[in-house]
C-alpha cells in the first residue's frame, strides 16, 4: 500500500515564526509533489508543487524535497495568522493510471497573534 | 477564473436512496476527480476520469459508480446510500496535458449525511 505520512498536529507556532511542515512517502516512482492548503469549511487549494530535489522558494513558502529519503516539507517564513490551516502533501503515484495523487491525511497548523 | 462547481453543498438522504451528486467545471480540464474527505483518513480517490466517457477506479470505489457523458460534467452516484457513505465529497479536475505535473482545482464540496 502507497502511502503518504504527515503528523497530524496540531503544530502551533507564534506569529513571525518559521513553520515547518513534513511529509514522508512510500514510492519509490512518485515525480510530482504537492502542498495544499485547506481553511475550516473550504476545499483544498495548491500552495506549491515541486518535480526535482533541492529547494523552490515562492514568497514565504519553501517546498524542499529530497527523493533519496522520500521525504517532502514546506516552510513558511513569517508564518501569519492567516496562514492557520490544514497543509495536506500530495504524491504523484508511479505506473498504473496516469495523474493520480495520494494524499496525506494533512497537518493542522495554528499561528498564535 | 478557475470554476468547479458542485451541485448541491448540503444534502441529508435517507438508507437505501439513490444519491446523485454533480459536478460541472467551466476550465475544459479532461480529467475529473471524486474524492471524499472523513476526520482522520484524509482524502481517499473514489473515481476519476481521464476524458469523456471513460472511468477507472480509484482507491475506493465500493457502492459508488460514475458517469461522464459531456467533458464539462462528472457526475457521482450512490446506488443505495449507506450510513457510512456520510462524508465530505469533493470533485476536482486537471488539464490531461499536464499529467502527473498538472494541478488539481477543487469543488467546494457537498457535505453528504445518510440518516
Known amino acids: 500500500q502507497k502511502e503518504v505520512e504527515q503528523n497530524s498536529g496540531p503544530l502551533s507556532v507564534p506569529e513571525g515564526a518559521i513553520a515547518s511542515l513534513n511529509c514522508t512517502y512510500s514510492?519509490?516512482?512518485?515525480?510530482?509533489f504537492f502542498w495544499y492548503r485547506q481553511y475550516s469549511g473550504k476545499s483544498p487549494e495548491l500552495i506549491m508543487s515541486?518535480?526535482?530535489?533541492g529547494d523552490k522558494e515562492d514568497g514565504r513558502f519553501t517546498a524542499q524535497l529530497n527523493k533519496a529519503s522520500q521525504y517532502v516539507s514546506l516552510l513558511i517564513r513569517d508564518s501569519q495568522p492567516s496562514d492557520s490551516a490544514t497543509y495536506l502533501c500530495?504524491?504523484?503515484?508511479?505506473?498504473?493510471?496516469?495523474?493520480?495523487?495520494?494524499f496525506g491525511k494533512g497537518t493542522k497548523l495554528s499561528v498564535k497573534p | 477564473d478557475v470554476k468547479v462547481t458542485q451541485s448541491s453543498r448540503y444534502l441529508v438522504k435517507r438508507t437505501g436512496e439513490k444519491v446523485f451528486l454533480e459536478c460541472v467545471q467551466d476550465?475544459?480540464?479532461?480529467?475529473m476527480f471524486w474524492y471524499r474527505q472523513d476526520p482522520g483518513l484524509g482524502l481517499r480517490l473514489i473515481y476519476f476520469?481521464?476524458?469523456?466517457?471513460?472511468?477507472e477506479k480509484g482507491d475506493i470505489p465500493e457502492g459508488y459508480s460514475v458517469s461522464r457523458e459531456k467533458k464539462e460534467r462528472f457526475s457521482l452516484i450512490l446506488e443505495s446510500a449507506s450510513t457510512n457513505q456520510t462524508s465530505m465529497y469533493l470533485c476536482?479536475?486537471?488539464?490531461?496535458?499536464?499529467?502527473?505535473?498538472?494541478?488539481?482545482?477543487f469543488g467546494e464540496g457537498s457535505r453528504l449525511t445518510v440518516l
Open positions: 476536482a479536475s486537471r488539464f490531461r496535458d499536464r499529467g502527473l505535473s498538472g494541478e488539481l482545482f
Open positions: 514510492d519509490r516512482g512518485s515525480q510530482s
Open positions: 515541486i518535480y526535482s530535489n
Open positions: 500530495a504524491v504523484s503515484r508511479y505506473g498504473g493510471s496516469q495523474g493520480n495523487l495520494i
Open positions: 476550465m475544459d480540464h479532461e480529467n
Open positions: 476520469s481521464y476524458d469523456v466517457k471513460m472511468k
